[in-house]
């Protein structure tokens, strides 16, 4: 494989390489999403990962009655947003004092649920929606379906789209006045709890999207979710709270890193691949973290 | 305290009396036995230290494979045996049976002891939020490469050796086998908190920096503690594999959306850092689980996840922490009520 690779056709390397960006640029829109709610309200969501796979099942649902999936997308952010606000609600909203483990174990819990109530609804299958857009080939050997640059596009806007509520909009300013400091934006008039239930909202719908266009680009099913929700956890960990840059270049490493050891390695190998990265991450910063309190001492 | 003699009686004349008035829930009530020394286990760093892992079922599956490893190539070939899927009936003697299976449970366990000191190393400089999703990581890395082993028999499993004895002794051969090693499990914890070693794991829970800057090897306790659960997870892992027959990765060898997350449930059922909490949370819990089971079917892990939800949103003090609160005096806790009087006298 390594011969294969490097040797006898480089051009492969192009088309792993793309492959990186498609799926890297969902895993950005997902762990932009987990950056979000890590920051402003510190809790770490071990059901993102079951939201984006639920925003795939609602797109699939949509499919299944004829309409075309890419139209379901506003459709799946209404739907997944006002379902972050009911789960913030009951849930979130009373763990969000306590310890953080708390969160972490609340947020199984319901990833357990949502894997479980998505099994019964939809069955067990993998899933990927056809677009029905054909592929379009780049030089004589890279295949590129039209679906994947399409998605690209949505992603990047969408992305853009909430940077820039976020900078310009009123209700982005009080979500990061409360990341700053949540008892100094209290004294000021800021409804702290109306902020976190947004962006927990927020954070659901990104996710949705993040789903409908793995629905389209790769495969859904309803036991997925805890992959992706470790693969964001990578991500954020070793990119870091509010670090929009370090969160976009993380995920598409981490696009490439999977592609190449499925390659290299066996496609069985792949999810084991971005568990690994996973684990090097933290130990990285665990490494960091000795050297500092070394220095403090 | 006549409490708890109260409930060691109860529980011995049920681990021994319960599989023969009921001979047809012999194997529920040996899992029930599973999820208490799953949940006391746990508790070890969970609960006492402060160490939440998500991760402890990784020694479960280990213990199991490894078990079977053993039991397998002691006489067959074990790749040409699961390459076959079961083509090759392996017939063993009783005395070559009981060997390996003595070999393999205590192998399993030693194992994950191994293991366990050496992912320590790797783990326990993380703290909080990040042990425990690191060792969530750990458990889906070791279940995905498991998978990817063709030797063990990949994601298609291995069919385990059939016990050589007459078919009506099965289920009770390997509930002893589960009793025996929760007791053991039990009394090991007892044992291990009433030494230095309880003091050392509460203070790592209250403040670790200070227990370091204190002297105590913080580090050495804490690969112990989970070598311990380790050995105790490897063993039953063993015992589980052997009883359900068939072992595969994905649902039975590291059942992680499940037991993974059962056991902490159980623990915070019934009250985490307490030696009785993770029993009575696993008894609790595992009479909703089958009654779930029995009359919801489908909806039983929708049923439970809530149960796990309500548990840590409503009532995170759990069963053990609610009975202290309305009973303090039963407890050992003494409301003084001097304090008034003698406040007056000075």
């Known amino acids: 494989m390594f011969e294969l690779l490097f040797v006898s056709a480089p051009i492969m390397n192009v088309q792993l390489l793309l492959e990186g960006i498609f799926i890297g640029s969902v895993f950005a829109l997902s762990a932009y999403g987990l950056a979000l709610i890590w920051g402003v309200m510190n809790v770490k969501n071990l059901a993102q990962g079951d939201f984006v796979i639920m925003g795939g099942y609602c797109a699939f649902a949509v499919y299944q009655l004829g309409i075309h999936p890419l139209f379901a997308i506003p459709v799946v952010i209404v739907f997944m947003f006002c379902f972050g606000w009911i789960v913030y609600k009951l849930i979130i909203k009373r763990v969000i004092d306590h310890d953080m483990f708390v969160s972490l174990l609340a947020t199984f819990g319901l990833s357990l649920l949502l894997q479980q109530l998505l099994n019964l609804v939809f069955g067990p299958e993998v899933q990927t929606l056809d677009s029905q857009y054909g592929v379009f080939l780049l030089g004589d050997f890279v295949t590129v379906p039209k679906i994947k640059i399409i998605s690209l596009v949505i992603a990047a806007a969408f992305a853009t789209a909430v940077v820039i509520f976020m900078k310009r909009s009123r209700m982005g300013q009080a979500i990061r006045a409360t990341a700053q400091d949540a008892r100094a934006a209290r004294v000021l008039g800021?409804?702290?709890d109306q902020v976190y239930a947004f962006t927990f909202a927020l954070n659901a719908a990104i996710c949705g999207v993040a789903g409908v266009l793995v629905s389209m680009i790769w495969s859904i099913q309803p036991f997925y979710g805890i992959i992706f929700s470790l693969r964001t956890f990578a991500i954020v960990t070793a990119a870091g709270l509010g670090n929009l840059p370090g969160v976009i270049g993380m995920s598409f490493v981490l696009g490439w890193f999977e592609q190449y050891a499925g390659v290299l390695a066996g496609a069985e190998w792949q999810i084991a691949a971005s568990v690994f990265v996973l684990i090097g991450v933290l130990v990285w910063r665990q490494i960091q973290a000795r050297r500092h309190r070394q220095v403090v001492r | 305290m006549t409490n708890e003699k109260i409930l060691y009686l109860g529980l011995g004349i049920f681990g021994i009396v319960g599989p023969m008035l009921f001979p047809n829930y012999t194997l529920q009530i040996a899992m029930l036995w599973i999820m208490v020394l799953m949940a006391s286990t746990w508790d070890i760093t969970g609960g006492q230290m402060g160490y939440n892992s998500l991760g402890n079922i990784t020694f479960f599956g280990v213990g199991m494979y490894v078990c079977a490893a053993i039991q397998v190539s002691?006489?067959?070939?074990?790749?040409?045996?699961?390459?076959?899927y079961g083509a090759i009936k392996p017939v063993f003697t009783e005395?070559?049976?009981?060997?390996?299976?003595?070999?393999?449970?205590?192998?399993?366990?030693?194992?994950?002891?191994?293991?366990?000191?050496?992912?320590?190393l790797a783990v326990f400089g993380l703290r909080g939020p990040y042990f425990a999703i690191g060792t969530l990581g750990v458990a889906v890395a070791m279940r995905e490469i498991v998978t990817t082993m063709d030797t063990v028999g990949g994601g298609a499993g291995i069919s385990m050796p059939f016990l050589p004895l007459p078919i009506e002794y099965r289920s009770l051969f390997f509930y002893v086998l589960c009793f025996l090693l929760a007791v053991a499990a039990h009394f090991t914890i007892r044992w291990m908190f009433s030494t230095q070693f309880g003091l050392a794991a509460n203070a790592i829970r209250d403040d670790e920096d200070k227990a370091e800057a204190m002297g105590i090897p913080t580090l050495r306790y804490k690969q112990f503690g989970w070598a311990v659960a380790a050995f105790y997870m490897g063993c039953i892992g063993a015992v589980f594999g052997n009883m359900s027959g068939y072992i595969e990765p994905q649902n039975i060898a590291f059942p992680l959306p499940t037991f993974g997350i059962f056991m902490v449930a159980m623990a915070l059922l019934g009250g985490k850092g307490t030696l009785w909490g993770p029993v009575i949370g696993a008894i609790a819990f595992h009479i909703v689980k089958e009654t779930t089971w029995t009359y919801l079917l489908d909806w039983q892990y929708i049923v439970l996840g809530l149960v796990l939800i309500v548990n840590i949103v409503y009532f995170q003090q759990g069963i053990m922490g609610w009975l202290k609160s309305m009973y303090p005096e039963k407890f050992g806790i003494v409301v003084d009520k001097s304090t008034n009087v003698s406040k007056g006298d000075a």
Do not use: K, N, R
């Open chain 1, 190 to 192: 800021i409804d702290t």
């Open chain 2, 74 to 84: 002691m006489f067959y070939d074990l790749a040409e045996y699961t390459a076959s």
């Open chain 2, 95 to 120: 005395s070559q049976y009981f060997i390996g299976l003595i070999l393999g449970i205590v192998a399993g366990g030693v194992v994950c002891v191994g293991l366990s000191l050496l992912l320590g």
